[in-house]
């Protein structure tokens, strides 16, 4: 039987709804990090990322005759942010980035005219196959953080390319923000 017109959109999205509740948790108390309710939301959105980049858009792009979706190449810009925002150990300034350029790029997706809309307009009568594949997708494997100079300038240039910056509010320099000590949870 086929799943109603909606299904990627529906799975998506409950996917971020799930991210966004272990990310909610990972800060929830104000002097520590949860690590690992943090590891659980690391792996969970490189997981989600690969999804989107392995599976819907070269999917979208082969039903647009090889035309990628205009929102691609902003979507693409987005998660090599977010991936780069992954990569050192997280503190308070990275946490409140990645939780700021989620908020609007989970809206670019999940909104009226978003990727989830489009794929599942896309996909048509094979929304199920396109499905399945999102539901077996693998988990990624998960590096160790690196918070060395060399990693913290690939992440300010990913963010720089992405037009993002760090969210220094904690009056802090955010060019520190890799030797800021993580705090145990």
């Not at 991210?19 to 800060?27: G, Q, T, Y």
């Not at 100079?149 to 992440?155: D, G, K, Q, V, Y």
Request: glycine share 8%.
């Amino acid at each position: 039987m086929a799943r109603s017109r909606g299904s990627i959109h529906h799975f998506m999205a409950e996917d971020h709804a799930r991210l966004d509740a272990l990310l909610r948790r990972a800060v929830a108390a104000p002097d520590q990090i949860d690590r690992v309710t943090y590891a659980r939301f690391r792996a969970g959105l490189l997981k989600h990322i690969a999804m989107e980049e392995k599976i819907l858009l070269p999917s979208c792009q082969r039903r647009r005759g090889g035309e990628p979706l205009p929102m691609a190449a902003r979507l693409r810009l987005d998660h090599a942010a977010l991936a780069a925002l992954l990569v050192p150990t997280p503190n308070r300034t990275i946490l409140r980035t990645i939780q700021s350029i989620l908020a609007a790029h989970n809206a670019l997706e999940e909104g009226a005219g978003g990727l989830y809309e489009l794929c599942d307009r896309l996909a048509g009568a094979d929304a199920d196959a396109w499905l399945a594949r999102l539901q077996a997708a693998p988990e990624v494997t998960v590096a160790p953080h690196v918070d060395s100079p060399r990693a913290m300038e690939a992440l300010h240039q990913a963010l720089a390319r992405a037009g993002y910056n760090l969210a220094d509010n904690t009056g802090g320099d955010s060019a520190m923000v890799g030797s800021e000590p993580g705090r145990e949870g």
